[in-house]
């Protein structure tokens, strides 16, 4: 799986190790228990939308903005620091996969070398009518979570 998200990473010249579908960062987190999901949602998110159902060990919850405001965390290097090692596999998820990409570039230049962005995030993109977790994402691909 590595190998693959690391081929993603070179085809599409992501600055950091790779990324992975829903079902492939699912797989990494039952072969390893070592591996971690690093939520990047607000709390708020988390509380009112659904969370990810995996062993707490593995699921760090450090939020890249701040409910209400959307603004930057700027604690987050800091609480991502004091929650993993440099060279743990961290697997970064957020609503649809954008503020997963920019946490993984982040993490990656601060010295974190197998930072992997989930693909499509938690809820995916927007279907026709507005909606999320039916075109794609972690709920769609029908992974364990907990609703609001």
């Not at 039952?30 to 062993?55: F, K, S, Y």
């Not at 800091?78 to 993993?84: D, K, V, Y």
Request: proline share 5%.
């Amino acid at each position: 799986i590595l190998s693959l998200a690391a081929q993603r990473a070179a085809d599409d010249h992501l600055p950091y190790a790779g990324a992975v579908t829903p079902q492939e960062a699912f797989a990494l987190l039952q072969e390893d228990p070592m591996v971690r999901l690093v939520d990047v949602r607000t709390n708020a998110e988390r509380d009112w939308v659904g969370r990810v159902t995996i062993p707490s060990a593995q699921h760090l919850a450090v939020q890249w903005s701040l409910y209400p405001g959307g603004t930057p965390n700027p604690q987050f290097l800091e609480q991502l620091t004091a929650s993993a090692d440099k060279q743990t596999v961290l697997l970064f998820l957020c609503r649809s996969g954008v503020r997963s990409r920019h946490s993984a570039k982040l993490a990656t230049e601060n010295g974190f070398v197998r930072c992997y962005d989930i693909l499509e995030g938690f809820e995916g993109n927007k279907d026709s009518n507005g909606h999320r977790k039916t075109i794609e994402g972690w709920c769609k691909a029908d992974l364990p979570w907990a609703g609001a």
